[in-house]
């Protein structure tokens, strides 16, 4: 007898029969024997009814409802706007099915993939089956290499050479078992931001649950073919499934990923080159911690030490000097290699423990490229595994001696000097890794100094295009030019912890607030949000400044503290040769997080052609005028040179106490007038280029004036204006404001 909760799922229009059968293995007499068997027995074991209930996006609470047999909290949850982005990515609500149903009020489902309903039917036949397989090309151009379901391969039907796979593909290998977000976040971030390469991901699902392999499957059926998935029944552990994606993969190049890293961008653009060499065996990614730390710049052999990773919780900044440096072993939670290479030697040891395999991988590797190992400081990867991913435990010690015995390269003692370090030599206790608590820093020149500049963006790739990030690069590129030396900690990284000190910390005071460093002389630098600042924050640090002539009087009043105008600043140089009269209006910035941006709607209401870069503009422009969610920094200037005018926008506490944003700076470097929202003191700060509009209508007559001539093109702050409002200028203020504090 049918059960009201097997109605239930009938009237949703979830359930799919032939599919759940599939997942099942085996034949149901129609909907009512298929229902009764998902709720008695499919919701307990987390199985889904269908190839659009993508169980692995729901909440955890939602999981936890569905396996309690609480169907109808799902299906409520799964209909609703909460719930929208929840639905897995071959849902279309646009396309559903049945927007009213009796007691489920809008759980219709749709396809969005052509052909997803037929593939995600042969993924669950897998399931059903308890056999290993995989979708888009299921076989793969050399899936005859694997023997059985174990992840076993016989590498002499693998092809060593060119011959079978495509010169100019990377092929990314990313194993993954039981891990559906992280791994899905790991697929995303490599197709979006190695968009220059040819690509092709193999995903190796390592006998995930059924309802994570049925979304991993799912979510590589919608990103159109660029995703290749490959299922084993079991968990076989990761070595056993990087050779599997190698022995399916098509392309010269091989990037090992793991499951839980997030490629940043430019990331592969930074390795690629570096196997321009027949010498180099592979290249490293520099590895980064959650928050932005390193957690490996690769790894190092010492003398009475295991190997381990270099530089581990340090700034990204202190790897600068890797770069060139032979290393006889890397971390394969982000490597390049050759596919010839891997096939040489038989790719990894399946008897290894993950960070054995790695190091015993490229001890093998090693002797076949003279060049060893390289690691490419400026390509980025996020790795959310523990601290001690890379290290070895002291219980592998003596596998590693016997195994490494003829193979153990000399110390790697002399990279520390390259990075600014000197070693003391490890420690009984540091034995199971590279002593990297055991290092002092080089004396550096008196002039010389260590800045730290600390911001408010978010570590990982989400804070990658803070403006607060772009600002702290240019600031860290202007300070070097002076001769010192500079590190960025972002949020979560304020207070870490490494062997070096610094002798000046900058806080760049954005949207939070960051506590003055002991230990160095404190820089307190307000750039936005004066509202949320503090007379204690400021009387905290030892030197403070703002980009606001009014606002540091006031707070010089309040505090008792001195505050020193400091304005933001460009690095835009202006173009050496005339340029041509620009068209339309040109605005960078983003609009998520509910920010509302007046002054690019007025532009748009006046007609003009309007182009924005930045992210939450889907839906809220004109066809055509949103031209991305990222634009390169070298873009810029060429960006805002061929535009007719550039818009800038403020926040509300910023235009109110005269905090002028380093976009205004920048448009009238590169020559282009800008139309501002008020910003108190703008027009007398900069009295040319700037033009204060609160409407279309205002905005339409701004541009005819600009375009009679009336408003001046020529940069005011170009030539010797264009000096005092650079970074270098700013740089050479701090610099000489901290000496002095300092003597």
Sequence with gaps: MTSPQARLLIRSGLLDVEFYGLLRGRVFDGAGEAAQDAVTHGMPAMLSPSPFLDLASLPASQRRAWA?????????????????????????????????????????????????????????????????????SPDGPFGGALEGDAGTVDWARVPMGVAGRVANRVSVIVP????????????DAVLRHTPEFDLEVVLVDLGSAPYVALSLAAHALARGGHVRYVRLPDDVGLARG????????????????????????????????????????????????????VQSAGTVFLDGALPGPLLAGHPPEDARGVAGHRFSAASAAALLLRAEDLVAVRGYDPSCDDVVADVDLCLRLGSRRTGGFRVAP?????????????????????VTEDRWADLRPPGDDEIYPRVGLRLSGPSAADLVSAPTAQVTALPRPASRLRWSLRLSSTAGYWGDDWGDTHFASALARALRSCGQEVVTRRRGAWESDCAVGDDVSVAIRGRYRIPAAPGACSVLWVISHPDDVTVEEVQSH??????????????????????????????????????????????????????SRPVVHHAVDAGLDVSVYGRGWEGLLPQGAWRGE?????????????????LADHWPDMARNGFVANRVFDALAAGTPVLSDRVAGIETLLDQGVVVVRDAAEVKAAVVRVRAGVISTRSSVGGEDRDRNSFHRRAKGLAAAVMEHKM
């Design 68 to 136: 309690q047999g609480r169907l109808r909290r799902v299906l409520a949850f799964w209909s609703s706007p909460e719930g929208e982005g929840c639905r897995g990515p071959l849902v279309d609500p646009a396309r559903a099915r049945r927007p009213e149903l009796t007691g489920v009020k809008g759980a219709g489902v749709a396809l969005a993939a052509g052909q997803a309903e037929s593939a995600l039917g042969a993924v669950a036949q897998m399931i059903g089956a308890g056999r290993a397989g995989g979708l888009l």
């Design 176 to 187: 993954s078992h039981d891990e559906p977000r992280a791994t899905r976040r790991a697929l």
């Design 242 to 293: 990087l050779n599997v994606g190698a022995a399916v993969s098509s392309g010269r190049l091989l990037f090992l990923q793991h499951c839980d890293t997030t490629v940043r961008r430019g990331c592969l653009a930074g390795l690629v080159p570096l196997l321009d060499d027949p010498a180099v065996a592979g290249a490293q990614a520099l590895l980064l911690a959650p928050d932005d730390t």
């Design 378 to 398: 400026e390509a980025w990867v996020s790795h959310d595994a523990s601290a001690h991913a890379d290290r070895l435990d002291p219980a592998d010690a003596r």
């Design 542 to 595: 030892d030197l403070v400044f703002a980009a606001s002539a009014s606002w540091a009087a006031l707070m010089t009043r309040r505090s008792g503290r001195l505050v020193r105008t400091l304005l933001q600043a460009t690095e835009i140089e202006p173009s050496p040769t005339p340029r041509p009269p620009g068209s339309g209006a040109v605005f960078v910035g983003s609009t998520d997080n509910g920010r």
């Design 630 to 646: 990222y634009l390169a920094p070298e873009m810029l200037p060429d960006i805002y040179a061929q535009a007719e005018v550039v």
